[in-house]
């Protein structure tokens, strides 16, 4: 049977990277979901926190998003 979870149970492959970028950044979760809201997308500092620690999934719209952000690829945003 096919589970939607990396073998760690995460539902992403992005979250580490994305805590890593907004740190750099000086970001707080809540001013990187207002950063995103900016450009369109519905996300509040819980879907920012869930993100990050892997319990929710990431659409290709907000993953494109996310990585046009941050100025990298989608590729760089969930290599490991």
């Known amino acids: 049977m096919f589970k939607n979870k990396n073998t760690d149970g995460t539902f992403n492959l992005c979250g580490g990277k994305i805590t890593e970028l907004r740190k750099e ?23 920012i926190q869930q993100i990050e620690s892997g319990q929710r999934f990431v659409t290709d719209i907000e993953l494109k998003a996310f990585a046009n952000f941050f100025g990298i690829t989608t590729d760089e945003l969930v290599s490991k």
Not at 31 to 43: C, I, T, Y
């Open 25 to 47: 950044k000086n970001l707080s979760q809540r001013a990187l979901a207002d950063r995103m809201q900016l450009r369109g997308l519905d996300l509040n500092k819980n879907a």
